[in-house]
């Protein structure tokens, strides 16, 4: 062994170590093929309607409508695909780095290579802010300190020393080691979480549950209409054909060939919008399940707080004072600057500032921040370190031997109970005291109450030396008690507030400690009525921990089989469960949850990978804003399928009386997909970009369960379908006598505008469109302007006019279809205004 560490692994021993155990790469889920992803948008049932249309259309010659509808359903595939894409591109550039390198011993020389190339039995050179590239064994260690919070969730580093185990994809911060490597590759305790999350399989989206519901009741509706109007045809005697071609066009009318198009283009323009918001969006459905969600569980460190050490408070002259204050106590000065002198002199630490303001922080965390506490401190002078007694996971302190103007210092750090064992005397501001039974207990109970904050507590001593060798730590007197923590994050608590005025629970499951983990809950106004660690909730069983669920629990001390568990009894309960976390101990979680949501800065690969929406500035509160973002889509969705399907409505009523009287045709088929294609899909896109309504925040997050109908929606539906389809009929047969040619062309005209009209309705399902303004969205009056324009084409122009069969309209013609267009605008803005008032009353 002493041998091996001292030359290392021989060039052969390399080759035949690579050979039986291969490289030391993390496995990764192969991403999907090309052609998986373009077949996945065509998994709607909508879809396949479309698709039995096409056949259907293709089959009866009716090639223009045919193709029309295949083209809807590539341009739905195309966009999908599109998103999909780029999004994995993105992600792709965002985890695309340089490869990492490793410093090793091998044939005697230090050499630095590529980590994938490390194999078992190659000895590991490790120091400050170096990452762990291989599981191993410490063999030999100076101060080392390893940040695991990657795997554990724990935020305060770990001290190391020989013997001690060493785990890929964690960070030394503190010191210098060097690690015999035991596992490399798919064989390192990061591989098997990272298997863990590949054995999982995704749930569907609850947008994709509502569609799919929504698609098969419209396919059979659409199927059963176009049946029983057939038959009712035939039976009257007929033409066969012309009801087929008619059942066509029935089915036609029921189904909203542009929805899936519309769904896809608006939920891929809110991708955009989120991504302005610094929020990746890997799968387009994934936002708006976001905003469905019931209950967040979030990881502690690095999401909820800043994943550094913080020193908050100090317990110094015989009483606790947070460090902003502490400058402003004239009596502490004198104290503050010695436990400023030992933070900054006691350490390994350092703080810099490059031409570009950028910080850069090197050592351990409680070092930075004992550093940074120390910057605060006035200056009393350092003097020259002459030597030092390193901290070890034994010893738990460090000291420094300092030549000072006055003499010689011996200044020490560690943790309290080490240090007080070693202590006869505390400082006060006008001398140092006996450190006897009073003073002790004085102590213990400044312990107690900054421990029970979630605080880590250092101990700062110091006392004079005799001469340039003395290092005996004993005798020492205690200056004071610094309490340092993992703070929140600054936009936590107000993100957290807002989430909770949503109706939205927020859980914490962290790998730190109880005590720490309460303290964060309660700083952030965290519901927690109970606290449960990995080893409690190892004992319960499934339907123990389901009946947990009900309370405000938190969880500390977690393993990542752990949350698992957790995710999965929460939706064992019907919630619909949003995770968020960046290390691989998060990663199986993520992927089991309705919503996975990792970091993109600090996210491992493998939790980004489990992930459908990466925070790219790593900001908690990004979430409500993809929570907003999310319901904004959903409502907007319910909006335009509504408007769409009453739309549709019209056609169908106006289709099925004029067949049960027997005249002819009202509309063609190619009118027909122009309605529903042409004008009404440009209609709905712009009514899918509405803003928020104002008080979406406040409402609970809709159950699962939740149709995008629903009985209030077909009421809707039913009523602007009566409507529209009645006054198209009374239209047509009015100018029927006339002109046939001219009657088809006012009622399609007429049942266009009266569809283009509509849409102000349909804005807002609560409130009249005066009080959220005709103007506040620009590109539905666009789309009016351009949808309208088109149709006054299609009347006009000879190239329309032979597609469509339409004649030119004159101006009484058009006085007509708007004074029977008109109370579609005022009718419901009269419903909705009566409405408010009633509720203020």
Known sequence: ??????????????????????????????????????????????????????????ALGETIDAAVIAAVIILN????????????????????????????????????????????????????????????????????????????????????????????????????AEARITATGVNTGFAEIAKLTGGLDRRPTQLQVALARLAKWLGFAAVAVALTVAAIGMIAGQDLLDMTLTAISLAVAMVPEGLPAVVTITLALGAGAMVRRQALVRRMQAVETLGASSVICTDKTGTLTENKMVATSAWVDGALHEIATLSDEPAAQALFGRLGRVGRLCSHASVSEDAHGNVQEIGSPTEIALLRFAQAA???????????????????????????????RLLVKGAPEVVLERATHIAYADADRSLDGIERGKLEAALQSMGSKGLRVIALAERSANSDSDTEEEGLTILGLVGLIDPPRKEVADAIALAKAAGIRVIMITGDSPVTAGAIARDLAIACDTVLTGLELKDLSDDDLVSLMSKDVLFARTRPADKLRIVTALQARGEVVAMTGDGVNDAPALKRSDIGIAMGQRGTDVAQEAADVILLDDNFATIVGAIDEGRRQFA?????????????????????VNLLIGGPLIFLATQILWMNLVTDGVTAVALGLEKAEPDQMKAPPRKPATPILGLSGLALIVTFGLYTGTASLVIFYTFLSVDPALANTMAFTAMVVFEKVSVFA????????????????????????????????????PFFQTILHTVPLSASNWLWIIGLALPLIIVPELVKLARVGRQKR
Do not use: C, H
């Open 636 to 656: 907007n969705i319910k909006k335009f399928v509504r408007y769409l399907l009453s739309s549709n409505a019209g056609e169908v009523v106006a289709l099925v």
């Open 1 to 58: 062994m002493k041998d091996l560490m001292q030359s290392g692994l021989t060039a052969g021993e390399v080759a035949v170590a690579r050979q039986e155990f291969g490289p030391n790469e993390m496995p990764k889920l192969p991403p999907p093929p090309w052609w998986k992803t373009a077949l996945r948008q065509l998994e709607s049932p909508l879809v396949w309607i479309l698709v039995a249309a096409v056949v259907a259309a293709a």
């Open 762 to 797: 349909f804005r807002s399902l609560t409130s009249p469109v005066i009080r959220i303004g005709w103007t506040s969205n620009p590109l539905l009056l666009l789309a009016l302007t351009l949808t309208l324009g088109l149709q006054v084409a299609a009347v006009y122009l």
């Open 77 to 176: 595939a195309a966009l999908g695909f599109a998103q999909e894409w780029r999004a994995e591109r993105a992600l792709a550039a965002l985890t695309a780095m340089l490869d990492p390198m490793a410093t090793v011993r091998r044939d005697g020389r230090e050499t630095v290579i590529p980590a994938r190339e490390i194999v078992p039995g190659d000895i590991l050179i490790l120091s400050t802010g170096d990452r762990v590239a291989a599981d191993g064994t410490i063999v030999s260690a100076q101060s080392a300190e390893v940040d695991e919070s990657i795997l554990t969730g724990e935020s305060v580093p770990v001290s190391k020393s020989s013997g001690d185990l060493v785990s890929a994809g964690t960070s030394l911060v503190a010191g210098l």
């Open 378 to 408: 006035p200056d009393i002078g350092s003097g020259d370190i002459l030597l030092e007694v390193p901290f070890s996971s034994e010893r738990k302190r460090m000291s420094v031997l300092l030549r000072t103007d006055d003499g010689f």
